[in-house]
């Protein structure tokens, strides 16, 4: 029970990330590069995990998409290997 006295919601999605971050830019609310960085960088420290994900850097993991300049999901590598 939360503090108002309320039991609180648990709020979910069918949204993937890269479609996110496609309606982002499409609705003029963010730059491409400024969401990229609010799926990527920014959860990555919020979470705690920015000492190894988030950024594209050497000593990384390198698991990251790759989206074409309409934002389109176009291919995911997990340990640099491709998987989509």
Same mark, same amino acid.
């Given at each position: 029970v939360d503090e108002d006295g309320g039991m609180? #919601? $648990?709020a979910?999605?069918?949204?993937?990330l890269a479609r996110a971050v496609k309606n982002v830019v499409d609705w003029g609310a963010a730059t491409a590069e400024q969401a990229i960085r609010m799926a990527s960088? $920014?959860?990555a420290r919020m979470s705690g995990v920015d000492d190894c994900c988030g950024v594209i850097q050497a000593?990384?993991?390198a698991?990251? #998409?790759v989206m074409g300049a309409d934002l389109e999901l176009e291919a995911t590598y997990v340990g640099g290997v491709p998987v989509r």
């Open positions: 609180g #919601n $648990i979910g999605s069918v949204l993937t960088e $920014i959860p000593g990384r993991a698991d990251f #998409n």
